[in-house]
């Protein structure tokens, strides 16, 4: 079977006349996995520790590990400041908050423009917070 892109489904889906068929036939499709699994993906790809990691991200270990266990959901900013800490690309970040389900960076909004600027340069988390400080925009934490 030929994969199927993100448009064709979306022209699909507007297509269709009966939902409930929709969704049984593209039901293999869907996205479901939760954010501890997305999380601990994208971490089995990085060369880093969770101890590490909790420290670059400017949070506790116990939160941490609440977060990849799957017993905390993080919220966008925590995620950020994941993405910071486990050194993600642009492409990464982007992919990990829209499977989630959460806004992706958008370089019209001036702080989300600050973020993306921070994670295309491989700035640390505690200097696009104080970017972002000093521009008057609200801080990842």
């Not at 409930?20 to 479901?32: D, Q, W």
């Not at 089995?44 to 991200?57: D, F, G, T, V, W």
Request: glycine share 6%; with cysteine.
């Amino acid at each position: 079977m030929k994969k199927r892109t993100t448009d064709h489904l979306q022209q699909e889906l507007m297509d269709s006349p009966d939902l409930a068929r929709f969704l049984t036939k593209n039901e293999n499709l869907f996205v479901n996995k939760s954010i501890a699994e997305l999380l601990n993906q994208l971490f089995e790809r990085k060369n880093i520790s969770k101890a590490a990691l909790a420290k670059q991200s400017g949070m506790s270990e116990i939160y941490l590990h609440q977060i990849f266990a799957g017993r905390r959901n993080p919220s966008r900013n925590r995620l950020l400041c994941l993405c910071y800490g486990l050194g993600a690309s642009i492409e990464e970040a982007q992919e990990l908050l829209k499977l989630c389900g959460m806004a992706q960076l958008y370089p019209k909004l001036k702080r989300d423009a600050i973020i993306y600027y921070g994670l295309q340069h491989g700035l640390g988390l505690f200097e696009i917070n104080d970017k972002l400080f000093d521009e008057n925009e609200e801080t990842l934490f």
